[in-house]
């Protein structure tokens, strides 16, 4: 069974900077898409990014566009978030997902594998 679990969530400071992990373990997932979501209290679960195999990449333009990498070592099965330039908007409690297809998505239905999720939280 695939599992996915998400690190290196926190509390920091507005401006301040943090790198997402997540990784696959329990299967296979050659060819998926992997994406990040994230969830503030009382919002709904709200697309971040998503990143295909061969590495084709969509951001959520508004919110992460230009602060946020997202990018993916197949051969460790982890896929990360690199979150720069962190505001108090961004907390939320990230997840990490996989797509039971490939090609790009921000549908959160469309994944089929979610890890548990990690808190990020940017104070002012």
């Known amino acids: 069974q695939v599992r996915l679990v998400e690190s290196g969530g926190g509390m920091v400071q507005a401006g301040d900077s943090l790198r997402l992990s997540c990784i696959q373990s329990g299967g296979t997932l050659i060819g998926y898409t992997m994406g990040w979501f994230r969830q503030a209290p009382g919002e709904e679960r709200e697309f971040v990014a998503c990143i295909t195999w061969s590495g084709g990449i969509r951001y959520n333009t508004d919110s992460v566009k230009g602060r946020f990498t997202i990018s993916r070592d197949n051969a460790k099965n982890t896929v990360y978030l690199q979150m720069n330039s962190l505001k108090p908007e961004d907390t939320a409690v990230y997840y990490c997902?996989?797509?039971?297809?490939?090609?790009?998505?921000?549908?959160?239905?469309?994944?089929?594998?979610w890890g548990q999720g990690t808190q990020v939280t940017v104070s002012s």
């Open positions: 997902a996989a797509r039971g297809y490939r090609g790009s998505s921000s549908t959160a239905r469309e994944y089929a594998v």
